[in-house]
């Protein structure tokens, strides 16, 4: 069974810094799918962005890319120029690329704060 | 075009009652995903189902617990006689095929309070 660790509960960052959240999975697949996930108070869960594990260029989406480390099954988010919106929990998720078996498989979570 | 549509967004039952969650897909989406999220946790697979078809249900509690999709209408998450541990957001995601990157989008969540 594949996992998804989030080994950091709450992060901080300073307005307009950048920070990296953390993520490790285990899986015996070759061919997978990593996601972040963010999670505003609203609890609506909203893609932040997605990394196929067959390419090797890490995934970007305008101030948010990923480092994708698939030989140590990592893989980590940077957001750049952080803003007061950034603020939420933000969860890894893992899904197989096999077409039978399309559920996700979430970490814990990261709370990240934002200060002004 | 409408997002994936949860209600209640809030649902209070006493223990021993029975909780019905509703999920409407997207329009034009077949496949539909029930998620648990406990406090303090990220969310845990409960089942996938097509219409008329659970396909995956190897994260649901084998009792007390069922989902269906009907051919017309929503999928229903049913709790039979609910208790305290069944406190929990439950949420829906909709995907359109089971392609190579059929994003599932999700819904606002139901959140259940057993008192």
């Known amino acids: 069974a594949q996992t998804v660790t989030q080994s950091q509960p709450e992060m901080s960052v300073q307005e307009a810094e950048t920070v990296t959240l953390s993520c490790t999975y285990d899986t015996s697949e070759s061919d997978y799918y990593l996601f972040w996930y963010k999670q505003p108070p609203s609890r609506q869960m909203i893609l932040v962005i997605r990394q196929e594990a067959y390419k090797q260029q890490n995934a970007t989406e305008n101030r948010f890319s990923v480092n994708f480390q698939k030989a140590a099954k990592s893989f980590s988010l940077k957001i750049s120029d952080s803003q007061l919106g950034d603020a939420a929990m933000y969860f890894c998720a893992y899904r197989s690329a096999l077409g039978a078996n399309s559920k996700l498989t979430f970490g814990k979570g990261i709370t990240l704060s934002v200060r002004p | 075009n409408a997002g994936v549509m949860q209600n209640p967004r809030h649902l209070v039952r006493r223990r021993g009652q029975e909780a019905r969650l509703r999920c409407s897909p997207m329009?034009?989406?077949?496949?539909v995903y029930w998620y648990r999220q406990l406090p303090e946790e990220g969310l845990k697979f409960m089942v996938y189902l097509q219409k008329e078809n659970i396909i995956d249900e190897s994260g649901m509690p084998k009792e007390r617990f069922s989902a269906e999709f009907p051919k017309e209408g929503p999928s229903i998450l049913r709790i039979q006689q609910v208790v305290r541990g069944d406190s929990a957001a439950y949420f829906c995601?909709?995907?359109?095929?089971?392609?190579?990157?059929?994003?599932?989008?999700f819904g606002p969540g139901t959140r259940l309070t057993v008192t």
């Open positions: 995601a909709s995907s359109s095929t089971q392609g190579v990157f059929d994003e599932q989008y």
């Open positions: 329009k034009g989406h077949s496949h």
